[in-house]
């Protein structure tokens, strides 16, 4: 298990989640009370429900993004040499991970540090859970926002991205940093992201820019399920050699 401190992701969301588990679990036990039958079973059909998101959402934060990447990350079966990015890589997740399968090869994050989209966000945090997971010097940090990437074109042979790119906020937005992302890979680079809700959308828009094997799968029970329409996705797509 990792060894750095990778806080928790959209802090916010899970407060919320957690409240109306609260709220509904009290809301039940006032109805079972009262004996009001049916107010009883629709406030304790919510309370399972929330607090079955809950918990799925706690898990994928503090445990099972973690084992989920690993999985997806020894299937791309990396040689070591290769440069990769990570877009919007928070407090370091999936960074450090890659960075653990790199030899001569080093993986660049970029993020602008949100602590809406993830408690503690700051580039130093990351910085110094590279160097808890042994993995700096293969960690390279820069400041900067996905839409608008300070890369040339094809500078990297993969491109990863977690629960990060739903952050942007207008679908144009999203398809911007997707665009950016797949300008600075090399021809015959990879893309791989796991995220919810607009993953159809990155889909669509990397066929509209030439990628192809574009794929999606829903993830297993260890990344956050949500809701049917939110469930965690993960996307591979390959840019066409020239
Ligand atoms: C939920 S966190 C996930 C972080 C990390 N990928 C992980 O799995 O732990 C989403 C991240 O996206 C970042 N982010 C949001 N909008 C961004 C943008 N326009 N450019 C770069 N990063 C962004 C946030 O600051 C945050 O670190």
Avoid at 50 to 59: C, E, K, R
Avoid at 159 to 175: E, G, M, T, Y
Wanted: charged share 20%; glycine share 8%.
């Amino acid at each position: 298990m990792p060894r750095g401190k990778y806080g928790y992701d959209a802090p916010y969301a899970l407060l919320i989640f957690g409240s109306l588990t609260i709220v509904s679990g009290l809301g039940a036990l006032i109805a079972w009370w009262r004996m009001t039958t049916q107010a009883a079973a629709s406030f304790t059909l919510y309370f399972v429900l929330f607090l079955a998101n809950t918990a799925s959402f706690f898990y994928t934060t503090r445990r099972g993004k973690f084992f989920e990447w690993e999985r997806i990350l020894d299937r791309m079966h990396l040689r070591g040499d290769e440069r990769v990015l990570d877009l919007g890589c928070g407090r370091g997740a999936v960074l450090t991970a890659v960075a653990r399968r790199l030899t001569t090869g080093r993986v660049t994050g970029v993020d602008i540090w949100s602590t809406m989209d993830q408690s503690g966000n700051a580039r130093d945090v990351t910085l110094r859970n590279a160097s808890l997971e042994g993995v700096s010097d293969r960690v390279h940090i820069e400041t900067a926002d996905m839409r608008a990437l300070p890369f040339p074109d094809a500078a990297f042979d993969l491109v990863v991205s977690s629960l990060a790119i739903h952050n942007v906020r207008s679908n144009a937005d999203r398809k911007r940093a997707i665009a950016e992302g797949f300008r600075v890979i090399k021809p015959g680079g990879r893309i791989v992201i796991a995220d919810i809700r607009a993953t159809a959308l990155y889909a669509d828009t990397l066929r509209t820019l030439g990628a192809s094997e574009v794929k999606r799968q829903r993830l297993g029970w260890r990344f956050w399920w949500g809701n049917p329409v939110a469930a965690t996705t993960l996307l591979t797509a390959t840019k066409s050699q020239v």
